[in-house]
C-alpha cells in the first residue's frame, strides 16, 4: 500500500501562484510514476501532469504547459506541482496519484486515470477573476 497525501492547495486570483505537493508513504519503490489529476464541479476527473520515477520524464496536459511545472524528489517520497498563471478555469480538487511502472521502460509516465492505483484525497484550489 502506498499512502498520498496532498497540500498546497488554497484560494488564489487570476493570474496568481501556488505549490501543491504529494508526500507518499508505505510502500514506496523506485518504478512508481507519479500524477497529478483535478476534477472540477460537474466534469470527469482529468489528466494534469505526470512524471516517470527513475529518469524525471515529464508530460503535461496541453491547457497547464508553459505554467505548471512539476517536479520529484526521490529521496523525500515527494512532488511537487508549481502552478503560475492561474486561472479560474483551473479552479478544481486537485489530486495526485501513484501508478507502478509494470515493466514499460524508465520514461514511463501515464496519463490515463486507469493506470494509476493509489490516490491521494485531493486538495481544493479556487482561482478568483
Known amino acids: 500500500q502506498v499512502q498520498l497525501v496532498e497540500s498546497g492547495g488554497g484560494l488564489v486570483q487570476a493570474g496568481g501562484s501556488l505549490r501543491l505537493s504529494c508526500a507518499a508513504s508505505?510502500?514506496?519503490?523506485?518504478?512508481?510514476?507519479m500524477g497529478w489529476f483535478r476534477q472540477a464541479p460537474g466534469k470527469e476527473r482529468e489528466f494534469v501532469a505526470a512524471?516517470?520515477?527513475?529518469?524525471?520524464?515529464?508530460d503535461y496536459a496541453d491547457s497547464v504547459k508553459g505554467r505548471f511545472t512539476l517536479s520529484r524528489d526521490n529521496f523525500k517520497n515527494t512532488v511537487h506541482l508549481q502552478m503560475n498563471s492561474l486561472k479560474p478555469e483551473d479552479t478544481a480538487v486537485y489530486y495526485c496519484?501513484?501508478?507502478?511502472?509494470?515493466?514499460?521502460?524508465?520514461?514511463?509516465?501515464?496519463?490515463?486515470?486507469?493506470?494509476?492505483?493509489?490516490w491521494g484525497q485531493g486538495t481544493q484550489v479556487t482561482v478568483s477573476p
Open positions: 508505505g510502500r514506496t519503490y523506485s518504478n512508481y510514476a
Open positions: 496519484a501513484a501508478a507502478e511502472n509494470p515493466g514499460y521502460g524508465s520514461r514511463w509516465a501515464p496519463t490515463s486515470l486507469q493506470e494509476y492505483d493509489y
Open positions: 512524471i516517470s520515477w527513475s529518469v524525471g520524464f515529464i
